[in-house]
DNA sequence: ATGAACCCTGTAGCAACTACAGGGTCAAGT
DNA sequence: ACTTGACCCTGTAGTTGCTACAGGGTTCAT
C-alpha cells in the first residue's frame, strides 16, 4: 500500500502512531513527504524499515542497536560479523538479566515463605528486611 | 554510630549521597536535623530504615511498595497479611519477567544460530529481523 | 455546516535514579 | 593566615523508550 497516513502505517506494523513520531524524532525513522494537508505520507519502504524496527524490539535490541543493524543492513558486500556480535551481546545481556531475575526470585521466595500470617510485629518478611542479610544464600 | 554526615551513612549502606538526597526529596527517608553548617545530620534510626529501604530495593520492591511496607512496619498490632501481599506480588512480578524474557532468549537464540558467518546480504539474522516471523516458535 | 475521526507540533510525565553546575564548609598542611 | 582538597548544599537536566496531553488543523460524510 503507498501514501499511507500515520494511522495506517500503525495499524499495519501494531505500534502506536505517537511510537512512530517518536522514531522520526530521533532519526530512527525518516522525515517523510507531507500531503497538501501536511500529513506524513508512508511508502512500502518505511513499512519495512518500522517493521524490522518492531521486531527487532521485540526481541530485545536497544534503540541503538537498532539504528545500527539498519545501518549495516545498508552495506550488503560487507561482512556480517558486526551483526552478529550485536546480536550476541543482545543474547547475552538478555541471559544476565534472568540470572539476575533467578536469584532474585530465590531470595525473594525464601523470603516470601518465612511468613506464618500473624501480626506485624511478628512478621518474617519484615524482619528479613529490617536486618542485615545473615538469614539469606 | 550518632550525628553521621550523608557521606558515611552512604558508605555504610552502600548507597550513593545522591540517592539518599533523592529518598528525602521524594519522602521515602525524612528530613534530618542540620549541623551548623548546613549539613544533614544522620542517626542510628535513619541508617535502620535506609538499610531497610535498599534490601527491599534489591529484592525488587518497587519504590511505593517500599513506602507502602515502612507504613505498614509501624502498625506493629495489624495483622500481616497486607505485607505478605505486598511481597507476593513482587514476586509473581519477578516470575513474570523471567518468564517473558526466557521466551526472548529462546526466540533470540534461535535467530543468533542461523548466522552462517559470509557477506550482509545472505545474513540471516538480518533476514529474521527484516520479514514477518514465520520462521519463528 | 457540523461532527467525528483523523492529523499536526510541542511539551510534560513515567521509574529510579545519575550527573552536573555553581556554589558553601571544614580540617589539615605550610 | 592561607590554601588545598575532601566533603557538603541546592537545583536542574539527563537517562530509556516511550506515553499522554494541550491546543490546535484537515478531511470527509451526512
Ligand atoms: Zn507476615
Ligand atoms: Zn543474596
Ligand atoms: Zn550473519
Ligand atoms: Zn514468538
Redesign the interface.
Known sequence: MIGMKIGELARSTRTAVETIRYYEKIGLMPQVARTEGNYRSYGSNEA?RL??IR??RD??FGIDQVRA?LS??D???????E??FI??S??LE??R??AA??N??Q???A??RQ?R???????R??K??????DWAD
Do not use: T
Not at 117 to 123: E, I, Q, T
Open positions: 519495512e517493521g524490522f521486531r527487532a526481541l530485545g543493524l549495516l543492513a552495506e550488503r558486500d560487507r561482512d556480517c560479523g551483526v552478529d546480536a550476541k543482545n543474547l538478555v541471559e538479566k534472568i531475575l533467578q532474585l526470585q531470595e525473594l521466595s523470603v516470601v511468613c500470617a500473624g501480626k506485624v510485629a511478628d512478621c518478611i519484615l528479613a528486611l529490617g536486618r542485615p542479610a
